[in-house]
């Protein structure tokens, strides 16, 4: 089966050809992250727009590249949430209508389901079950794996997303846009010991997450002291400390708690290099596997909706003739194809 996967939750426009027998075709990516960094985050509208305009003309492109005429495909997949309405809606409506008129079925992917399944796309991948940790711009969870579509949530944030906390504090050290990137690169010309700041619920039992309070404390760093190149890598390094800190603390207890061999890491933030090493090394301690999708895969992508929608398409899913985006959807609400 060959399908066609539309990537347009957020600020990044992905395009992707998948077939289940020969793999990954060809895939690619607009990021609008420049045009949003003017305004310190994405701005709803312009996404939407910048969309529209992107997305036909990259699905052109993918399909010379994965030497497919629209009429080799047999399905396509198409984000249909959670994310922004406005930008969901985009890929919804031109992924049913490109299906309606070649006559394929089409299937809406849950948008963390694609990212719980990216490292699948790897000649190396994980088999089922394992513990998972989504951490992006919009979610932070540990989730135990059984099989596609049979999660469990075991913890989450209970206010900022980790990727939204990295985000936030590189507006505030103006740093730019988006703020894991520049966070990391701040980071590695801070020194360690002249700030420290809290792992947010580290001190209590439980697998939640909170990064509002390490929020805050870097805003009272940066309130407090002149904010010099010295000074700005500082805080990025300490806050950047603590944000891995937490996450690789939560992960032991869910490891210990679920006693999973295998560590799932996706996101946007799993790209971070710190997390990356520290996750590794809280592996070999325990004798626990740790998989990441390739960096280009950790972001927003057309790649993992295809593979996803593959996946749930093979199984015989698909859409009606009526499109729908939900810009809040649960990834505990899926079931198995």
């Known amino acids: 089966m060959r399908v066609l996967g539309l990537e347009t939750s957020c600020d990044d426009t992905g395009v992707a050809v998948f077939d289940t027998e020969n793999g990954l075709l060809a895939h690619k990516l607009y990021s609008q992250s420049q045009m949003h960094a003017e305004y310190g985050g994405v701005v709803p509208e312009l996404a939407s727009r910048d969309h529209i305009r992107k997305l036909l003309p990259l699905v052109r492109e993918v399909l010379a590249d994965a030497g497919t005429a629209p009429g080799d495909l047999d399905g396509v997949a198409y984000t249909m949430g959670p994310g922004l309405a406005g930008a969901l809606l985009v890929g919804a ?3 049913r209508s490109l299906a309606y008129a070649l006559g394929i079925p ?5 948008h963390m ?12 991948a994980p088999a089922f079950p394992f513990l998972a940790l989504l951490v992006s711009g919009g979610h932070t969870l540990l989730t135990d794996v059984r099989a596609m579509g049979d999660y469990r949530l075991l913890g989450e944030s209970v206010d900022d997303a980790v990727g939204e906390a990295f985000d936030k504090t590189a507006k505030l050290l103006s740093l730019g846009y988006p703020g894991g990137p520049a966070i990391a690169a701040a980071a590695a010309h801070g020194t360690t010991g002249r700030f420290r700041f809290p792992r947010p619920m580290t001190d209590r039992p439980g697998l939640d997450f909170s990064f509002s309070g390490l929020k805050t404390a870097a805003l009272i760093a940066a309130q407090q002291h002149a904010l010099d190149a010295r000074t700005i890598g500082d805080i990025a390094h300490a806050f950047q400390e603590a944000a891995v ?7 032991a207890r869910a490891l210990e708690q679920t006693g999973h061999t295998r560590l799932v890491i996706a996101g946007g933030v799993g790209a971070n290099t710190l997390l990356r090493t520290r996750l590794q090394e809280l592996g070999g301690r325990n004798n626990v596997r740790v998989y990441y999708p390739r960096p280009v895969f950790c972001t927003d992508n057309g790649a993992m909706i295809a593979y996803a929608g593959a996946l749930r398409l093979r199984a015989g899913q698909k859409e009606g003739l009526v499109f729908s985006a939900r810009a809040r959807w649960s990834l505990m609400d899926l079931t198995a194809p």
Request: glycine fraction near 12%; proline fraction near 4%; include cysteine.
């Open 113 to 124: 389901e694609g990212h719980l399944l990216a490292p699948m796309l790897e000649h190396d």
């Open 245 to 251: 800190d937490t996450l690789v603390i939560k992960c």
């Open 93 to 95: 409506s031109i992924g």
């Open 106 to 110: 089409a299937v809406g992917v849950h």
